[in-house]
């Protein structure tokens, strides 16, 4: 599975981005996306998911209420809506696959990851 993240970019507080992951290879197995984000000096840390097929979703209690992961209308393509951004969401957002249904919230559950998309949010 090949992963691709796009829409990044630079918002003020209180703005709103949406973020696409294209999904391309053996999308037949996945079973979750998941998105992570990686601030400077800090871990990589989960930030919401979605399984495949039932759409399942689960949020960090950082994001929840602000934050949307949805499929998309495109085939194999997941976005993650980013509202009312704080200067704490900078940060590198990546998005990540995983074929079995383990803890959507630990790194090692997704074996393939996307390059990652830059989100700077300006106070």
């Known amino acids: 599975v090949q992963l691709q993240a796009s829409g990044g970019g630079l918002v003020h507080t209180g703005g709103s981005l949406r973020l696409s992951c294209a999904a391309s290879?053996?999308?037949?197995?996945?079973?979750?996306v998941g998105w992570f984000r990686q601030a400077p000096g800090k871990e990589r840390e989960f930030i919401a998911a979605l399984t495949w097929s039932q759409q399942i979703t689960h949020y960090a209690d950082s994001v929840k209420g602000r934050f949307i992961i949805g499929r998309d209308n495109a085939p194999n393509m997941v976005y993650l809506q980013l509202n009312n951004l704080k200067p704490e969401d900078t940060a590198v957002y990546y998005c990540?696959?995983?074929?079995?249904?383990?803890?959507?919230?630990?790194?090692?559950?997704?074996?393939?990851w996307g390059q990652g998309t830059l989100v700077t949010v300006s106070s």
């Open positions: 290879g053996r999308t037949f197995s996945i079973f979750r």
């Open positions: 990540a696959s995983g074929t079995y249904n383990n803890n959507y919230a630990l790194r090692g559950s997704y074996p393939y």
